[in-house]
Structure formats: structure tokens, C-alpha cells
């Protein structure tokens, strides 16, 4: 029999059942893991319930979103039948496999929840989430709620019973349910009651479909083989690492994900899985993250190469020069800041009113409108991913090389004007001291090249452009009363932005222009080792809501401690720093003012910094 539930505001009744999570329920952002197939992701909460995941892709419309809003958003979700549990949350060592443990009085129970990565034996690549229940010790029911809301809730959809499980379908996507217990419709969703005795297992596999094809039976050998495949890939992409400094479990976990967040196809990584998980609860600050940023490059690229993943490092390299090559005319340049992970420019930004967003943080955005700004640091960033991309023994051809060229050329007749900056505000264009670094960055890093590989280039003008930017910035970045390098040329604002001076070898680390900036980043910025980006109330961003404590900036602060000579400061903030990581290992955008994780999450650009905050603190400390 099938059932046809229309998701959305209209026919919000559909929800009415057990899938709901009311409101009081949302579970803090940090209480989720995630799991991914390196095409999307699902996070799982710590209660059983998948609240965010996208199919088939990162960003395409989600099929459970009740992360977003409890109501309408749609679950998935796998929890005890009874009252009183308690449940933890792990990684299956060096895997991306996460178990959930319900504890009882009475007995243990779990859920192992793993989505297969691609294989070489399959023809194209299945899109499938699995659940594997298990009871450890005594007897546990579990109850089981399967409730789509196709299209970010948007979508009508069909659900109907099948000989092997459950069919849910929109025009635009077909999902099957396959188990081997009974299930039934409710409400327009689907229920499974699940008794099990120590020992005993069950299995929920939610897969996409052609449409006309019917869910396929899986045997317990089936889950077991999927099981024991998705374990022996990441071990075996995880024994790759040259890591084996002092935190070597905190530095994989974020590979791992860095890993996670990578889009198999192109190699682009996202920066986050999710969109418009908020910034301040209740603020306006909620962004669509689930593309790819040019500045994320360098980061990237310097953080697999230093753990020794070239192959991640290469494909993301042949991602950054397929919009190096097709590069467009536009009052922004050459390059837009972002891209879609295929490449797509056009990442029209949109409100999803009929959401109510995360604990009511509205609006709820898809797109993001940030990437038709002028933000002239990506140039700087993309030159030092070539450059580290060389040193590590990913040669540039000569191709690439004509085309990186010609786009230096633009940036050299353009690098002196305003921008919007690295942080994407929307409170209109500056001198951003941070832009220009990355300019200079961008020419330094393309004379380097040039000499090393004997490749063609006007050296002479290129050094000559390069020195003018880097005695403006001695000009008119330093503010001579505030005894630091700023934001922007026409304040003294300081902007964690900066901290990145001594990394990318604009200046020595022990200069003392740069200890008396990192003095005063951390007399103002800095609290209790979590740095904000800048103070919003002297240098208004255009958008309402305040701003919390930064976490990539945290860890850019310890590498700049570090890199200053001052271990023991360094060590601690970093050490504190690991303090505010999930209970897995997993970090969102920023720290809020009671220690909570805020923003999307998790966050490629944390982990990004905390990989490169261990190498070189390691280094320094011998």
C-alpha cells in the first residue's frame, strides 16, 4: 500500500508521530558524529538519530534535516524502547565507523552506523547509510523510525511497503529501506519495533535507487562484509600517515574527516557538511557551507602533504587548476572565492522560511551569496598551493603554469584596491591588511617557482610589485600607536587574520613589530586560548549578532606561540584547545561563550589548522 505525504509547512501534520523531536530536544551541534561514503555525509546524534543528510551529494536538497527544524525536517532514527537509557558515542579505531552504546540497567545495546566507500569492483558507486543493531548484554528493544522529508522538507514523496523493506520516492529521488523486520507505515513513515537478545543482531540499510528498482535483501554475511570492507579502506588510507608526533590520535581523527569531507569525483573538500547551523544561537549568522573555497587550498594541501597523503593532494590540485583554466572575466576577477565541488560558479544564496532552523536560528540558507565578492587573498592562497604542491613533488606543467601566470598577471594590476576581506563580511570593502599579505604571498611564492624550476617569468617586475606590496603593507598595515599590524589601513583594529604573518614568512617569527602584534592579539583577542577573529563593535561587519571565539584562529595563535619561541605558553593553549573538541574528536566553527561548539560543523578549516598547530609545535619541541 502506498501512502503519499507531502513534507513542508502545508501538511505539517504528516510529522505528527513518534519522528517527531520537539523543540527542547535539539541536541547541541557538538553532540553528533559523522559518517560519510567520500560523496556525502550523515551526522548521527548521540540519542540514535541521523538529523543531516544530504543524497546524493554534499550539496544537494537534504533528506533528513531535523538538525534545521525538529518538526518538519525529517529523522532517522534508532533509539531504545524504554525510558532511563543513557548512551556514549566512538569511532571504531582508525575508521570512520560510529558506534553508538545505549546503556541500561537491564542491558547494553548498540548501533554501528558506516556508509561504504566506493569500491573498485562496482561498476558506479552505491549511495547506501547502514545501521547495524546489535545487543551486547541482556535483552534491548529498540524502536525505529524511518521519516524523509525529501527536498529540504519541500518535496511531496510516496512511501510503500516492499517484500524486503520500504520504498520512498519524489520525482527527483528514489530511496529503498531494506530489513529483514517487520516494519509498518505510520503516519505516513515508516516504524520498527526490534527485540534482541545478547548476541543478536538487525540491520536497516536505507539505499538510492534507479527509478523502478526494488529494495534488495541483505543477509547478516552482507552487513558483515560491508562492515569489515568500510574498516579495512580507512585503516588502510589511515597507515599512509608519516604522523607520529605527540598527538597522533587528535592529528588522525582529523585527517580522518578532512578525508570524510573530500568529494571522491574531483577531490574538491568542502568546507563543512552542513549549512545554517548558527554562528550565535538565535543570530542570523547562518551560512551554507558545503562548497569549496579557494583559500581552503593552501591549508589543505599543506596539511596532506605534511602527513604524506600526495594522492588526496593531487586531486585537489587537479580540482584548483580546472578553475584556474576556465576562468572568467568579472568585476570580482579571474576566480571566484568558491565553487561548488564540481566546479559550479553559480551558488545562487537562498532563504528556506518555511524552516525554522537550529533551535530557531532562522533563516535557514541554501547558496551562498558570498561568492560573487572580491576577496584578493585567494590569489595568494592558490600561488603557495602550487608552490608547496612543487616542493612536495607534485610538479606543475607547463600548462598550468601559462594559466597561473596569466592570472598573476591580473592580480598585479589589481592587488591595490579594496576588498571585502577573508571573514566575507558584508559591511562593505577595505584596505584589508590580510589581502595584501596574500598578495604578496601570490608574487613571492610565483618568483620562488620560476627560480627553482627554471620556469618563464618577468622576475625583475614580479620582484618589483612584490617588494612595493610588502613596504605598503610596513606602511600603512602597521599602526604605530597600537603597536601592531591591523585589519585594514584605516583603523586600529586587530584581526586574528594577521597571525598568519609569521607562517607564510612574511616576517620572522621573533621580529619585534610581530611579538608586539602577538602581544596585543592576545591581550584583546585571546581568551583563555580561544581567539575571536576581530572585535565587531569597532569594526562593524554588516550583520547583526555577535561574534564568538574562532577555532581555526585558536590554533593559528598557537602555531604563531610556537613559531615565536614560547613552547610552554603553546603547548598549553594547544592541549587547552583539544579540551574543546567533541567527545570524538570533532570540531565546528567556533566556541561559544559557555564552551559550546557553534557553527557548521564539523569544520575542514579547524582541522586543517590543528594538523598544522601539532606538526610545527611537534618540530619546535624536538
Excluded at 531504545?80 to 537491564?106: A, C, V
Excluded at 539505499?207 to 534488495?216: A, D, Y
Excluded at 558570498?370 to 602550487?386: C, F, H, K, R, W
Excluded at 566556541?591 to 590543528?610: C, D, S
Aim: charged share 25%; net charge negative.
Amino acid at each position: 500500500m502506498a501512502r503519499d505525504v507531502r513534507s513542508g509547512p502545508a501538511t505539517a501534520a504528516v510529522s505528527d508521530g513518534p519522528p517527531q523531536r520537539p523543540r527542547a530536544r535539539y541536541l547541541p551541534i557538538a553532540e553528533h558524529g559523522l559518517i560519510g561514503d567520500l560523496h556525502t555525509v550523515a551526522l548521527v546524534g548521540t540519542d540514535g538519530t541521523i538529523d543531516w543528510y544530504c543524497c546524493p551529494r554534499f550539496d544537494a536538497p537534504s533528506v533528513f534535516a531535523a538538525i534545521l527544524d525538529a518538526e518538519r525536517g525529517g529523522v532517522f532514527r534508532i533509539s531504545p524502547g524504554y525510558e532511563g537509557w543513557s548512551s556514549k558515542q566512538l569511532y571504531l579505531p582508525d575508521t570512520n565507523i560510529l558506534i553508538t552504546r545505549f546503556l541500561m540497567p537491564h542491558g547494553v545495546g548498540e548501533v554501528q552506523d558506516f556508509m561504504p566507500p566506493p569500491s573498485t569492483v562496482e561498476s558506479a558507486h552505491r549511495h547506501r547509510i547502514i545501521r547495524r543493531v546489535l545487543a551486547v548484554r541482556g535483552e534491548m528493544r529498540f524502536v525505529v523510525d524511518v521519516a524523509p522529508r525529501f527536498d529540504y522538507a519541500r518535496a511531496r514523496h510516496e512511501v510503500a511497503l516492499t517484500p524486503h523493506g520500504a520504498h520512498f520516492g519524489t520525482s527527483e529521488l528514489e530511496l529503498s529501506l531494506s530489513t529483514r523486520c517487520p516494519i509498518e507505515i505510520v503516519d505516513g513513515d515508516v516504524r520498527a519495533c526490534v527485540t534482541l537478545r545478547a548476541g543478536e543482531t538487525a540491520a536497516f540499510v536505507l539505499e538510492r535507487i534507479e527509478p523502478g528498482q526494488l529494495p534488495v535483501p541483505y543477509s547478516d554475511a552482507d552487513i558483515a562484509a560491508a562492515f569489515d570492507f568500510t574498516a579495512q579502506f580507512w585503516r588502510r588510507w589511515l597507515r599512509r600517515s608519516r604522523y607520529g608526533g605527540r598527538w597522533r590520535e587528535m592529528v588522525h581523527r582529523s585527517a580522518l574527516t578532512l578525508k570524510l569531507l573530500t568529494y571522491a569525483p574531483t577531490g574538491a573538500i568542502v568546507a563543512a557538511p552542513t549549512t545554517s547551523l548558527p554562528e550565535v544561537l538565535g543570530g542570523g549568522r547562518n551560512w551554507d557551507y558545503r562548497y569549496t573555497w579557494m583559500r581552503d587550498s593552501a591549508f589543505t594541501l599543506y596539511a596532506l602533504l605534511r602527513l604524506g597523503f600526495t594522492e588526496e593532494a593531487g586531486a585537489f590540485m587537479n580540482w584548483l587548476e580546472g578553475r584556474v583554466r576556465d576562468a572568467a572575466a568579472r568585476e570580482s576577477g579571474p576566480l571566484q572565492i568558491m565553487y561548488s565541488i564540481d566546479g559550479r560558479e553559480d551558488l545562487p544564496e537562498e532563504e528556506l522560511s518555511h524552516l525554522e532552523g537550529y533551535m530557531g536560528s532562522a533563516p535557514v540558507r541554501i547558496g551562498n551569496g558570498a561568492a560573487t565578492q572580491l576577496q584578493l587573498d585567494i590569489y595568494g592562497e592558490l600561488v603557495d598551493s602550487l608552490y608547496l604542491c612543487n616542493k612536495y613533488g607534485l610538479p606543475i606543467y607547463h600548462d598550468g603554469w601559462i594559466e597561473i601566470t596569466r592570472t598573476l598577471e591580473w592580480l598585479m594590476g589589481h592587488w591595490d584596491q579594496p576588498d571585502e576581506g577573508i571573514w566575507e563580511t558584508r559591511g562593505g570593502r577595505h584596505d584589508y591588511t590580510y589581502s595584501r599579505l596574500m598578495s604578496w604571498v601570490a608574487v613571492e611564492r610565483a618568483i620562488r617557482i620560476a627560480r627553482q624550476r627554471g620556469l618563464p617569468g618577468d622576475i625583475p617586475r614580479w620582484s618589483a610589485v612584490r617588494d612595493r606590496i610588502y613596504h605598503q603593507i610596513m606602511e600603512h598595515g602597521w599602526h604605530p600607536s597600537a603597536r601592531a599590524f591591523v585589519q585594514h589601513y584605516d583603523t586600529d583594529v586587530l584581526d586574528a587574520s594577521v597571525l598568519l604573518m609569521p607562517l607564510c614568512k612574511f616576517v620572522a617569527p621573533t621580529d619585534p613589530r610581530w611579538i608586539s602584534t602577538l602581544d596585543a592579539i592576545t591581550s584583546e583577542l585571546v581568551s583563555d586560548s580561544l581567539v575571536y577573529r576581530y572585535n565587531v563593535d569597532a569594526s562593524p561587519d554588516g550583520l547583526a549578532g555577535r561574534e564568538a571565539t574562532f577555532s581555526m584562529c585558536s590554533f593559528w595563535w598557537v602555531e604563531a606561540l610556537a613559531r615565536a619561541g614560547r613552547l610552554d605558553e603553546a603547548r598549553l593553549a594547544f592541549e587547552k584547545m583539544l579540551g574543546y573538541a567533541n567527545h570524538v574528536g570533532l570540531y565546528s566553527e567556533e566556541i561559544g561563550p559557555a564552551g559550546e561548539q557553534l557553527g557548521n560543523f564539523p569544520q575542514a578549516f579547524t582541522h586543517l589548522a590543528l594538523i598544522s598547530a601539532a606538526y610545527n609545535l611537534d618540530r619546535q619541541l624536538g
